[in-house]
């Protein structure tokens, strides 16, 4: 039996290893082909050891530049998007994705991807993205037509859009209700989201312009459906260079609901700004907000002032995400009689976020990514209600909440992606009827535009 078995492992390495090297020997191939300028053998090459596994990031990159040399600048643009998730071939591959735009007659676009290189870590892909900037201005400058009423400029692909569709399971659907309705937890339930996202360049480019931007979010419950929540947000944003940062101010509208209801509407302005330092990139924004409170949800009325700061860092080939997040909240409150007297809810928490989520691709399209999450959140006031031992208790509310994930995707073209997701919740606080765990898994498909 042990020779048997030791007979089987060894065809299976065997097999492994007769794999490999069959990927290896199509890609190496292809090279060799690219470099003597036998496209087309090149591109069967890089198919074929795609076609017999092959899902690295280096393949996608010359699966585009092979593409780009004949012609087909569509699908070489695909491949090179895919690439854009990637820290180590982010830069070539939006340099690539300028040289695109403008052998599709985009200059605006093409000037808007060399503007994002000029930033680049690389001093190599600085220098040829200023190149074409310049080359690019000195064309406008030659053609620029006589101005006209009426008139503006124009670019090819202004907007950007994303749609993405989900299906989950929640152990604990009442959770929902902890930050909008103060209730309690129980019950599982199945559940379809559905998010879309887009947004509009007006004018300029993506680093000194104009732009629309908005998101709707749908979720329906399988059997509670008085927790179906809705959210529609609409905004405009100005991008523009201050010095090393690029900064982003705007403002934004939204509404959201529940089972159809209003529950607050939200008018918040937003003032961000990031820059790259060394191999990484920090982000500070500052986000005030004004909420007002839909019919029974009035204690809900008020401002938040939220504070952010991140840091984004490639390691090797993953990449670490780590920031902090504090929230002022200053809101009406709640308060309901009851029969041991008035009791008092409070909502306006001061709440301090820490969080940090590691990414790295496993396997050329698949990609992995964990995290976790505290918030520390501290009520205004003193809560006077009820718990659970049916003591009527008089304090501040504070409250714990750790939350952690684990993520996967999967690109099934450079557009299309497939993920899932498993995040577990648990919350404790000093009033026992807010305390609660919860576990969430979900798979969606998400297509980008």
Not at 248 to 275: I, M, P, T
Request: proline share 2%.
């Amino acid at each position: 039996m042990r020779t048997i078995i030791n007979a089987l492992a060894a065809c299976c390495l065997a097999s492994g290893a007769t794999l490999a090297s069959a990927q290896q020997d199509a890609f190496s191939q292809g090279t060799s082909a690219f470099k003597r300028g036998d496209y087309g053998v090149a591109l069967e090459r890089f198919e074929t050891a795609r076609a017999r596994g092959n899902r690295s990031d280096n393949l996608s990159y010359n699966m585009g530049v092979t593409l780009f040399k004949l012609g087909r600048y569509g699908e070489a643009g695909d491949w090179f998007e895919s690439l854009l998730d990637s820290p180590q071939w982010r830069d070539l591959a939006l340099f690539q994705l300028g040289l695109v735009a403008e052998k599709r007659g985009d200059r605006d676009l093409a000037g808007q991807r060399y503007e994002m290189v000029v930033a680049s870590r690389s001093e190599k892909l600085r220098r040829l993205a200023s190149a074409r900037l310049a080359r690019l201005e000195g064309l406008a400058e030659s053609s620029r037509p006589e101005p006209q009423t009426g008139t503006a400029r124009s670019g090819g692909r202004r907007g950007s859009a994303l749609l993405k569709l989900a299906a989950g399971h929640d152990d604990n659907v009442y959770a929902l209700r902890d930050e909008l309705l103060g209730g309690g937890s129980g019950g599982e339930d199945t559940y379809m989201d559905l998010f879309a996202w887009g947004q509009y360049r007006l004018a300029g480019t993506a680093t000194d312009g104009w732009r629309l931007q908005g998101y709707a979010f749908q979720r329906g419950y399988s059997e509670y459906s008085s927790l179906d929540l809705s959210s529609v947000s609409t905004g405009v944003a100005r991008d523009m260079r201050w010095g090393a940062w690029q900064l982003e101010l705007g403002g934004a509208v939204e509404q959201v609901a529940l089972d159809g209801e209003e529950v607050f509407q939200q008018l918040r302005l937003e003032a961000r700004a990031s820059q790259r330092i060394g191999d990484g990139e920090l982000e500070l924004a500052f986000v005030p907000a004004q909420f007002s409170g839909g019919d029974g949800y009035e204690y809900l009325d008020g401002t938040r002032q939220r504070f952010e700061a991140e840091w984004e860092q490639p390691l090797g080939r993953a990449q670490l995400e780590v920031g902090y997040q504090l929230d002022l909240n200053d809101r009406e409150d709640l308060l309901v009689a009851g029969a041991t007297g008035e009791n008092f809810y409070s909502y306006s928490p001061v709440r301090h976020t820490f969080g940090a989520e590691a990414q790295w691709p496993l396997a050329g399209n698949w990609l992995l990514s964990t995290g976790s999450e505290y918030r520390l959140s501290t009520y205004d006031g003193e809560n006077r209600l009820v718990d659970t031992d049916g003591v009527v208790r008089v304090q501040q509310r504070e409250a714990d909440r750790l939350k952690a994930w684990l993520g996967s995707q999967w690109l099934v073209t450079p557009r299309l992606r497939l993920a899932g997701k498993l995040t577990y919740t648990n919350n404790d606080e000093n009033f026992e009827v807010y305390d609660h765990d919860k576990t969430e898994a979900s798979l969606g498909v998400t297509y980008t535009f």
